[in-house]
């Protein structure tokens, strides 16, 4: 405890992003830095006198010690890019909105409202925290579009710009029509409430033949805006299935709908009675409210992300009198000689012909280590250069680049076709018994008395309507997606749901699915090392910054620092150097001559001192925590198994995980065979993956998982965003929704219920309108009730387990099997 | 009796008037964003400083 103490107070924080000052302090005033990038933040911050900033949270920056190259928004000054950015545009300003993933406090909010300090030209500037945007409005007379994202990456803030940014798809906000339409239906089911109490407490007889009148044609013209214009997407859907030879949901609903309108316009204007006016708006009122909960969407997520989204929008184009150019993406073609800078992502297929290449595949193919590229070799889009600027030739345009091809497939084309849901079917038969009913009763009464006939009839379509049915469905997917998203399990729709529940089959990806991504875990072996030795090979791969040589500086204590001589890095290869009179050189076996062993296979990295070689790290990516509970709870009610991109160093210690084929080296391509060969075999599938690599499996499967740490980031296409931190419970989310279809038998035998006795006077042609109007609101009501306490109520034992994640224990760690 | 004509044509004035301010509210975008505005109220006291010199400006010629 003394000694953390200790070593808490020998760090100093950096002022601006809080972390510990490692390598150097930057002293500016009092305050002190970790690196250039957050001091230079401070600046100007300081100049504009905008260091509130810093008092409304501790530390709010965030990390500047990646640097950005002063050129790579050059591409904004192309007018056809700014065209597609600006969002509006007058004599004066401009309106421009840049998503900020950066921002994540109210110092940020603040600093961000605040731009106009840093830039008079700035108008205004206003946040949206939830969808991490800001929209600037600026005189672009005097400043630009460049101007403003230069300025924004200089106070730590670079906004993300992809190609999917230039897209002509219209911005997706929420759909305003169906809340006006719930805002009117509200309205008219209040007031029509109000004006039929009279009614309902005179038993249907009102003394006075003028009031009557009166309440009657106000809730008539209050009906009609309901009817025509909220009603109207029951009606829409209705008449398209009906087109298609096919009873859907809203079939029975729309039919009563009608069918009430036309006999309460009809007792209305013929004097005889007063209307079901009041249940028909109840009926559209509740419906429209039920949609509008099931259909939730989330404020940051996208769920249709392709290729487009991961590219970048503007590459350096290198001319034949060798000036650069910053041009857009979609304009580079085959033949073009470009220029890619170090942690840019290479936008289409390229012979490298100058520079050395060492580029990082994990989301495009799920190889976990960088791959070395020399000069004359081809390199494949959608990498992300590690090392120094590369100069290549493109030979393939974007669109049809190796990794975009995946999106040409035929998955990709072919229109969302999955199974129908569960509702769905059990309306039919709704639908079936409600006609024989209203058959039956047509003809008993045809017989008996046919005066009734119309009266009886009509009163069926009305009382039994399937609106408590269809509540339920609506009301229990809605109320789960919002409980799984508190558990960082994120839902396309409720289909979804139904789907998970259904399925037998569970495929995994490993590389950043399984794995975590951008940590690495480093083993040790080789003879002991003392803490001077430590210290100076730390101080050597301080120097690096290669990838592995970051993940082992940050393995080791932190100690004493030495000055390094004649240090050299070899791209690809290692580092070597003079530290304190010794040799020292950390690379791979090709680089320290290594002829014993000490190592197997994975990502080695030796260590050899004057000309002894001491020992070697391993590094991996580790595994997500809390795996091999969930792989043995999977394994017995699932075929689980498992598509690798990478090499098979982990066969043997996954192996005894799965029950089905653990299948490396395998490219997108396959990948997405492999789920097709399962469908063949009528299996229901679940694809969780995380990468470019992973989009055709994904897309193919059944319900496609995507894994990602940040739910901001880039996620392909899919079913569900899932946070990796979640995953150790994926068997626990997947058996809370099957409890979707108890919820809604449940719910539905009760739906039924109220139908009986609705139908109970019904049929007999005694069905007032008073009973209508209590019958329906009490059955909806009860039903929403029941659905949204039962689907809370089954979420506690999700809750109890996310709760004991913190007990854990290292055992269930197969990292720690691993070794 | 005619009373009751009055009250209910008022009632409906009034509840019609309710309607059209909530479909203003949802055309000028004031659902879009529910979080921000929170934040924003609480930094005026902190940026009073600067607006205080602004007013004093504009009061003191």
Redesign the interface.
């Known amino acids: 405890m003394l000694k953390e103490d200790y070593a808490q107070a020998t760090h100093t924080q950096c002022y601006h992003c809080g972390e510990d000052c490692e390598a150097e302090i930057i002293k500016a005033e009092d305050k002190s830095f970790c690196c250039q990038g957050c001091k230079s933040v401070y600046d100007i911050l300081n100049k504009v006198?905008l260091c509130?900033y810093y008092?409304?949270e501790k530390n709010p920056g965030l990390n500047q010690k990646t640097r950005i190259r002063p050129e790579k928004f050059a591409f904004l000054d192309d007018a056809l890019v700014q065209q597609k950015l600006i969002n509006f545009k007058d004599d004066i300003h401009s309106h421009a909105t840049f998503y900020l993933p950066q921002m994540h406090c109210?110092s940020c909010?603040?600093l961000l409202?605040?731009l106009g300090k840093v830039n008079r030209y700035i108008a205004r500037s206003q946040?949206?925290?939830?969808?991490k945007e800001v929209k600037i409005v600026f005189e672009h007379k005097h400043t630009g579009l460049r101007e403003m994202a230069e300025m924004l990456t200089s106070i730590g803030y670079e906004p993300h710009l992809s190609l999917n940014d230039l897209s002509d798809k219209p911005v997706s906000?929420y759909d305003?029509s169906r809340?006006?339409k719930i805002?009117?239906t509200g309205?008219c089911f209040?007031?029509i409430m109000?004006?039929s109490f009279p009614e309902y407490f005179s038993l249907g007889h009102i003394e006075?033949i003028?009031?009557q009148r009166?309440?009657s044609y106000?809730i008539l013209g209050l009906s009609l805006p309901v009817f025509f214009y909220s009603a109207s997407e029951f009606f829409l859907s209705a008449w398209k299935s009906y087109k298609q030879k096919f009873l859907n949901i809203d079939t029975p609903i729309a039919l009563a709908i009608l069918i009430t309108f036309v006999r309460s316009v009809y007792e209305i204007l013929s004097g005889t009675g007063a209307g079901y006016l009041d249940s028909m708006t109840g009926i559209v009122f509740f419906m429209l409210i039920g949609r509008f909960f099931q259909n939730y969407t989330y404020n940051t997520i996208s769920f249709n992300r392709d290729f487009t989204s991961y590219f970048p929008i503007g590459v350096t184009l290198l001319k034949e009198n060798g000036s650069e150019e910053q041009v857009p993406v979609s304009a580079i073609r085959a033949g073009d000689r470009i220029k890619v800078y170090s942690q840019e992502i290479i936008p289409a297929d390229c012979i490298l012909f100058m520079g050395k290449a060492t580029i990082d595949y994990s989301f495009v193919s799920g190889e976990s280590q960088p791959v070395e590229k020399g000069i004359g070799e081809i390199i494949y889009a959608g990498g992300r250069q590690l090392g120094g600027a590369l100069e290549m030739e493109v030979v393939k345009d974007v669109s049809q680049s190796y990794l975009t091809q995946l999106w040409n497939n035929d998955t990709f084309k072919k229109e969302e076709h999955k199974e129908e849901s569960y509702i769905h079917k059990v309306s039919k038969y709704f639908t079936i018994v409600l006609f024989a009913i209203a058959l039956i009763t047509a003809a008993y009464w045809q017989l008996n008395d046919p005066a009734k006939m119309w009266n009886a009839v009509t009163s069926i379509l009305i009382v039994a309507c399937p609106c408590a049915l269809l509540l339920s469905a609506t009301f229990t997917n809605g109320n789960m997606l919002r409980v799984l998203q508190n558990f960082g399990f994120f839902a396309r729709n409720a289909l979804v749901i139904e789907h998970l529940a259904k399925a037998d089959t569970i495929v995994f990806d490993k590389t950043g699915t399984l794995t975590k991504q951008s940590t690495f875990t480093v083993n040790y072996e080789g003879s002991e090392l003392n803490e001077e030795t430590i210290s100076c090979i730390r101080s050597l791969v301080n120097q690096s910054s290669h990838p592995l040589s970051k993940a082992i500086a940050a393995a080791l204590p932190s100690g004493k620092k030495w000055p390094v001589k004649q240090f050299e890095e070899k791209q690809g290869l290692g580092i070597s150097g003079y530290i304190r009179n010794d040799f020292y050189r950390i690379g791979s076996a090709l680089f320290v001559q290594k002829t014993t062993g000490f190592g197997a296979d994975g990502s080695i990295v030796y260590v050899q001192c004057n000309d002894s070689i001491i020992g070697s790290f391993n590094v991996k990516a580790p595994y997500r925590k809390g795996l091999k509970p969930l792989f043995n709870a999977l394994k017995s009610d699932y075929k689980t198994a498992l598509l690798s991109g990478d090499n098979e160093q982990e066969f043997t210690n996954l192996k005894s995980y799965f029950n089905g084929e653990l299948l490396f080296h395998q490219s997108p391509q396959d990948k997405l065979d492999y789920i097709k060969r399962l469908q063949k075999d009528k299996f229901k599938v679940i694809m969780l993956g995380d990468g470019l690599n992973d989009a055709g499996a994904l897309k193919q499967s059944d319900t496609g998982i995507a894994i990602t740490d940040n739910i901001n980031n880039f996620s392909p296409a899919c079913d569900v965003i899932m946070k990796g931190e979640s995953l150790p419970f994926l068997n626990k989310l997947i058996n809370y929704c099957q409890n979707n279809k108890t919820i809604i038998n449940t719910s539905f035998v009760m739906s039924v219920l109220y139908n009986i006795v609705g139908l109970f006077f019904a049929v007999q042609g005694e069905l007032s309108p008073v009973i209508a109007a209590i019958l329906m609101p009490v059955s909806s009501i009860s039903i929403v009730l029941l659905t949204t306490g039962m689907s809370s109520l089954m979420a506690i034992p999700l809750k109890r387990a996310f709760r004991e994640k913190a007990r854990i224990s290292n055992e269930n760690d197969i990292n720690h099997l691993a070794a | 009796m005619s009373v009751i004509f009055i009250l209910v044509s008022a009632s409906l004035v009034l509840a019609i008037g309710f309607l059209i301010a909530f479909i203003w509210s949802v055309k000028t975008n004031q659902y879009e964003d529910d979080y921000t505005p929170s934040v924003r109220m609480l930094f005026d006291n902190e940026t009073k400083q600067s607006t205080e010199i602004n007013n004093n400006e504009s009061i003191n010629p």
């Open positions: 006198e509130n008092n409304l109210s909010i603040w409202e605040n946040v949206n925290f939830l969808k906000t305003k809340i006006y805002g009117i309205f209040g007031n109000l004006l006075d003028k009031l009166l309440f106000l």
